[in-house]
């Protein structure tokens, strides 16, 4: 079955920092877009990043442009969400999911992706 699996989540304090990483060597075509989404309790996912594995072309949403990063390890097929000044509001449920490609904004076009992580949590307290 192929499925995504996020880790990396976990509790941190405002300003602090976590890495999150997204395992999708279950996703057999060669490149794709792996996007980082995120949910909070009563209110839609949203994507906040996403990389095309082919050149490594990064997306971000204003939300986390500058204090988010996305990468990626070819060689194990792991795409990293590096996370930096956290505030309480990036608190949420993260997802990673996989469609065909990034650009003319497909990457935020939830109905295209074709797989989807269960997902890990990220709490930021204040």
């Known amino acids: 079955q192929v499925q995504l699996v996020e880790s990396g989540g976990g509790s941190v304090q405002t300003g602090g920092s976590l890495r999150l990483t997204c395992d999708h060597s279950?996703?057999?075509?060669?490149?794709?877009?792996i996007v980082w989404l995120r949910r909070t309790p009563g209110n839609e996912r949203e994507a906040v990043a996403a990389?095309?594995?082919?050149?490594?072309?990064?997306y971000y949403d204003n939300s986390v442009k500058g204090r988010f990063t996305i990468s990626q390890d070819k060689s194990t097929n792991t795409v990293f969400l590096q996370m930096n000044s956290l505030k309480p509001d990036d608190s949420a449920m993260y997802y990673c999911?996989?469609?065909?490609?990034?650009?003319?904004?497909?990457?935020?076009?939830?109905?295209?992706?074709?797989?989807w992580g269960q997902g890990t949590q990220v709490t930021v307290s204040s």
């Open positions: 279950t996703v057999k075509y060669n490149d794709k877009c």
């Open positions: 999911a996989a469609t065909i490609y990034c650009g003319s904004g497909n990457w935020l076009r939830q109905e295209n992706y074709q797989y």
């Open positions: 990389i095309y594995t082919g050149t490594s072309v990064p």
